[in-house]
T-cell receptor, first 116, second 112 residues
């Protein structure tokens, strides 16, 4: 149980285009989802926290107009990288918490984004 | 701010060797501490956790003890297997919204 999927697993796009990444909790309802970014040989950096039905809370330094997050249902959150540039190339990982008050995060397998 | 420091990898061991991956942290208050493991091509999985000082988390032969006096949470296993090859992340949750702060990850390679 507690499986989180991401789609796509890998995406290549041209500079200036927008890319949408989906994060789904397959067998549980996720009241809270998190989006992380991971650079090679570096930590996972939290980008934002999204609660179902409300606006996402972004970490300091993360452009909310660049990284649009939508958490429209209890099983789906999306991250849209708008007007992507090569510096946005990275590994994006989502996680989800099963129910309020829970501490354990369940992680998706990640999405590799390459912007040319 | 909160931070986690873990030893750089890769760590290469022979099968049945003893494993230690060091992790130290800086945090306000009394954080919960975690070890996550990421197998090739998969997402991070919770390996073990400890929520207060002197607690020992354990799972699949791995152990880590929450040491408040040394602000450490070192991961150990007495006898590693090839199937333990993965990247291991130390993390903390200092409270407030379940926000996790991760270390950089340590890659473990176990050879026959």
């Amino acid at each position: 149980g507690a499986v989180v999927s991401q789609h796509p697993s890998r995406v290549i796009c041209k500079s200036g285009t927008s890319v949408k990444i989906e994060c789904r909790s397959l067998d549980f309802q996720a009241t809270t989802m998190f989006w992380y970014r991971q650079f090679p040989k570096q930590s996972l950096m939290l980008m934002a926290t999204s609660n179902e039905g409300s606006k996402a809370t972004y970490e300091q330094g993360v452009e909310k107009d660049k990284f649009l997050i939508n958490h429209a249902s209890l099983t789906l959150s999306t991250l849209t990288v708008t007007s992507a540039h090569p510096e946005d190339s990275s590994f994006y990982i989502c996680s989800a918490i099963q129910g309020r008050g829970k501490e354990t995060q369940y992680f998706g397998p990640g999405t590799r984004l390459l912007v040319l | 701010g909160d931070s986690v420091t873990q030893m750089e990898g890769p760590v290469t061991l022979s099968e049945e060797a003893f494993l230690t991956i060091n992790c130290t942290y800086t945090a306000t208050g009394y954080p919960s501490l975690f070890w996550y493991v990421q197998y090739p091509g998969e997402g991070l999985q919770l390996l073990l956790k400890a929520t207060k000082a002197d607690d020992k988390g354990s799972n699949k032969g791995f152990e880590a003890t929450y040491r408040k006096e040394t602000t450490s949470f070192h991961l150990e296993k007495g006898s590693v297997q090839v199937s333990d090859s993965a990247v291991y992340f130390c993390a903390l949750n200092a409270g407030g919204g379940n926000k996790l702060t991760f270390g950089t990850g340590t890659q473990l390679k176990v050879e026959l």
